[in-house]
């Protein structure tokens, strides 16, 4: 070997260990001696998390959360957003929740203890302290962003902030439906640490309870009942009068009083999806309609929360929305239902067929009759619940030209889309979607939601009362948001224009809501 080798292998070695050497947070930009704490790299560690799930990204975490919370504040949304990786429930590789056999249970009940899971597989909770710690200590302003969170991590955090989460409780009272009984133990759990017994949530737990599949799920359930039962004969919550309005969650608080209609067996359907699977594009907005939807659903139309579900982004599945609408809807639903169904996120059309398809979180437009969801299938199978009344309101596009529409990539766009054809049935129906089969959807001039959601919530909020008779209808409905969307669409150069579908013309007739 000559000299000059033998310095290129002794140079070589040493840059590797210097390398080896470098702190973590040199590799990404920030020096050594930085106040890692400091405003200007909050922001590069949010960066850190992201791109590294391993050590990195949790070094970064750590960091993030013993930061001073003022500093935080601006970055919460993308802050614990990045931060839910380290706390959440992977279905794809769990395994069915433990259910010990009957004559076995009462042997192995000594020894179970409460904090047991119904199942330990697919969980990954190590990052779940950092996340709760983040949200305590902002407080009640961290509510809003953790309800977004996937839902194990979100019922973990709002469980955590106690009765700081109140506000979200709708979530946690939703995520008893899950058809995953690890997360349906945690939300048990979580309700209890609310300390909240409403009779919407002493409803819902006195359900799961006596109802569950799973045995754990059943004896949380149950002890959360007791516990809570107690607590209200103590300590009453105090509804809001009747006579005052109610306004929402902190993001809507246009809500007019309702009163008249007593709907405690409606149910609403709810989801969202905004961030899909893989390449998809974001479905802007998408989120925000579905969480506004069940605001109003519950405060406005009367929906009893419990009755509510919410699946957003990968918890809005093809296998979850099958299970939600062929299993829990017809399991529940009473003959007197009215059954609300909201969709907010891509559509997408069958080029062959010209068939329109929703487009779930773990959806592919170019398998889209496998994986997708026929919109005239979710209506016939809605049709078909036994209910007295549904009314199903999508806010996608199905032309395959953007907006909230996807296509198979190296398929053209504005593939013609049959319309969709109503089924006679003696159930009430009533479909209303945000464009015509060639047209796309938008967004409000800032974003912030759907445009025919947009407009939709206006409706139901009482602007489309327009005999000022204090009683709203779905014409109404469908009179103040097909004038007001296709005009907003015209001053963004585009076309969309709201369809509806009625099974009867007397549907239009239906009483929506009445107001004070």
Request: net charge negative; glycine share 8%; aromatic share 8%.
């Amino acid at each position: 070997m000559t000299k000059t080798s033998l310095l290129s292998i002794c140079l070589l070695i040493t840059i590797t260990a210097l390398s080896a050497c470098t702190p973590w947070h040199v590799k990404y930009g920030i020096p050594d001696g930085a106040d890692m704490k400091s405003p200007e790299n909050t922001a590069k560690l949010i960066e850190i998390m992201r791109a590294d799930r391993g050590w990195d990204g949790y070094q970064a975490a750590e960091i993030l959360v013993n930061a001073d919370p003022a500093v935080t504040a601006p970055h919460m949304t993308e802050m614990f957003e990045a931060l839910s990786v380290f706390c959440l429930y992977d279905a794809k590789n769990a395994t069915p929740a433990y259910s010990p056999p009957v004559d076995e249970y009462e042997d192995e009940y000594e020894t179970y203890t409460p904090t047991s899971r119904a199942s330990d597989d697919g969980v990954n909770d190590y990052g779940c302290p950092l996340l709760e710690k983040a949200a305590k200590l902002h407080g009640p302003s961290a509510v809003p962003h953790v309800a977004r969170l996937n839902t194990f991590a979100a019922v973990k955090t709002l469980g955590a902030l106690g009765n700081d989460g109140r506000s979200a409780a709708h979530t946690v009272i939703a995520a008893l439906g899950s058809p995953h009984a690890t997360i349906r133990l945690e939300a048990a759990d979580a309700l209890l640490k609310l300390a909240y017994p409403t009779p919407e949530i002493l409803g819902a737990l006195a359900v799961t309870a006596e109802a569950d599949a799973d045995p754990y799920v059943r004896e949380a359930s149950e002890r959360s009942f007791r516990t809570l039962s107690a607590l209200a004969l103590a300590n009453p919550v105090q509804e809001p009068s009747p006579t005052t309005p109610t306004p929402g969650n902190g993001t809507d608080n246009n809500n007019p009083n309702r009163a008249g209609l007593d709907a405690p067996n409606d149910f609403a359907l709810i989801i969202g999806i905004e961030k899909y699977r893989g390449t998809l594009p974001p479905s802007t907005a998408a989120l925000a309609d579905a969480k506004m939807f069940a605001n109003i659903a519950e405060k406005t139309l009367g929906v009893p929360r419990r009755n509510i579900i919410l699946l957003t982004d990968d918890d809005a599945t093809k296998s979850s929305l099958d299970s939600y609408i062929e299993d829990w809807l017809p399991k529940n639903i009473k003959p007197d239902s009215r059954v609300y169904f909201f969709f907010a996120g891509h559509g997408a059309p069958d080029p062959q067929t010209g068939k329109g398809y929703l487009v779930p979180w773990d959806g592919d437009p170019r398998f889209i009759e496998r994986q997708g969801i026929g919109v005239d299938d979710v209506a016939k199978k809605l049709q078909n619940l036994g209910a007295k009344q549904v009314v199903m309101m999508v806010d996608s596009c199905f032309s395959g030209s953007g907006g909230r529409s996807v296509l198979a990539p190296g398929t053209r766009p504005l593939v013609p889309v049959k319309e969709f054809e109503p089924i006679p049935k003696s159930t009430q129906f009533a479909m209303l979607a945000a464009a015509g089969s060639n047209e796309t959807t938008g967004t409000t001039p800032d974003g912030s939601h759907g445009l025919f959601s947009h407009y939709l919530f206006e409706a139901l909020r009482g602007k489309a009362d327009a005999n000022n008779n204090n009683r709203l209808t779905l014409n109404e409905v469908i009179e103040f948001v097909g004038t007001r969307v296709p005009d907003e669409a015209r001053r963004d150069n585009r076309e969309q224009t709201p369809r509806y579908m009625f099974s009867a013309d007397s549907v239009g007739e239906l009483e929506v809501t009445k107001f004070q």
